[in-house]
């Protein structure tokens, strides 16, 4: 569980139906749906020519999604207007969200695998694959890590302030955030937004920044 003085911000404004609680696995902030989901990540099958867009949350990961999938589809502009997430699928995507209980209670909500199944989704896509990612780099699966695959790692960083702002405009936008600017940067200083810490998630990459499969970028 989350602990520490913070917990009554993320409590009070993130706890709903579709979200329960929270758990930090590997020092990291996830909803604790992750219990039932690390696992499969970990023993994920990892494949040569997959290539991987890593970030912390709110960083430039879907303009920098966007300009990988064009350049290694030869621009094709066409099949880019297929949705983003269905071209390249959001590995964390189910266990964001309450989806096995909130589901069954809205019949008519209809969703598809990508959201309510991402790593089967993922593990059944043709090659090459374009996988996105917000997990550190230590809780990737462990093949991406062994560095016995040519699979590439993109990961993206950007300003600690400009990252917090658009991060609570995001919360504000998406999950109904209600609280302040003050009470969200309090959350984010204090490592308890999902996916924190900021500067350890950074240091994650940067460390591997001479790895032959990982590129490096600021935006």
Known sequence: DIEGPSKHLLEKYFLTCFRHGYLRTGGCVVP?????????????????DDVWVCSFPK??????????????????????????PERFP?????????????LPQHPDLKLPDYVINSVTYINTMPSPRFIKSHLPYHLLP???????????????????????????HHCQLLEGYKGSFDEFAELFITDSVIFAPFWDHILSYWNRRDDPNLLFLKF
């Open 32 to 48: 604790v749906y992750f219990k039932q989901f690390g696992d499969a990540v970990q023993s994920m099958e990892i494949r040569d």
């Open 59 to 84: 960083t430039g990961t879907t303009w920098t999604q966007e300009m990988v999938w064009c350049i290694a589809n030869d621009l094709d502009f066409e099949g880019a207007k297929v949705n983003l």
């Open 90 to 102: 959001f590995l964390e995507h189910t266990p964001l969200f309450n989806y096995e209980d909130v």
């Open 142 to 168: 462990t093949q991406l890590r062994s560095g016995k695959t040519q699979a590439k790692i993109i990961y993206t960083a950007r300003n600690s302030k400009d990252t917090c702002l658009s991060y609570f």
